[in-house]
């Protein structure tokens, strides 16, 4: 309850407002518990969104495994391009399993490896694929672990600078589903000690 108070100044009118506690009886409820109602109805209503919207994991089994086997083969197709861009310098194969923005970015290593007269010799040894999501059919974000054997190598010659053979990576991807297969959007490597 607010009460006021009127100043008794002459010529000064004003007025001081107060909280007193509520009259005996009344209910009272904390001012803080006001914001619940509308906050969970809007998370009622964004999950029904997206529920709507196909927003969801892949609902079958079937659908499932084959999205693993999809996404597990596309990765190895892309690694292979990705291995043969390092040894080579063309980075033009792998624009048929990777977005630009991908292709730019490797292109960006490669270059700075060949401005210091080196090649990088990677050979795929191993891959797992740990996690995938799959959400709105046509988007994916894939874990896996890779092991490779790593080889620097002077430019133009098979003198060996560097051995790493075995080298333990755990990979993130962000794919997008195209007509005519998945495509790599983007990888990030983590190496695992």
């Known amino acids: ?3 006021t108070e009127k100043s ?6 004003s007025t001081m407002i107060y909280r007193s506690s509520p009259p005996r009886g009344a209910r009272c409820e904390p001012a803080s518990l006001g914001w619940r109602r509308p906050f969970v ?3 009622l209503v964004a999950v029904l969104v997206l529920v709507a919207t196909g ?3 892949s609902d079958s ?5 084959a999205d693993r086997r999809e996404v597990l083969e596309t990765l190895k197709g892309y690694l292979a391009l990705l291995s043969e861009g390092y040894a080579t310098g063309n980075l ?3 624009r048929e399993l990777a977005a630009e923005k991908e292709v730019a970015m490797v292109s ?12 990088v010799d990677a050979q795929l040894r191993e891959i797992t694929l740990e996690d995938l999501t799959v959400w709105s059919v046509n988007n994916a974000y894939a874990t896996t672990v890779e092991v490779w054997d790593l080889r620097k190598k002077v430019m133009g010659t098979e003198r060996l600078l560097s051995e790493a053979l075995g080298r333990s990576h755990r990979v993130k991807y962000q794919l997008k589903r195209r007509p005519e297969g998945w495509q790599v959007l983007y990888r990030e490597a983590q190496p695992l000690e």
């Open 55 to 57: 927003c969801s994991p």
């Open 108 to 119: 960006k290593q490669v270059s700075e490896y060949m401005a210091l007269g080196l090649v």
């Open 41 to 43: 109805g809007c998370c």
């Open 61 to 65: 089994v079937e659908e499932q495994a």
């Open 1 to 3: 309850m607010l009460a």
């Open 8 to 13: 008794a100044s002459p010529g000064r009118v």
């Open 92 to 94: 033009e194969p792998m």
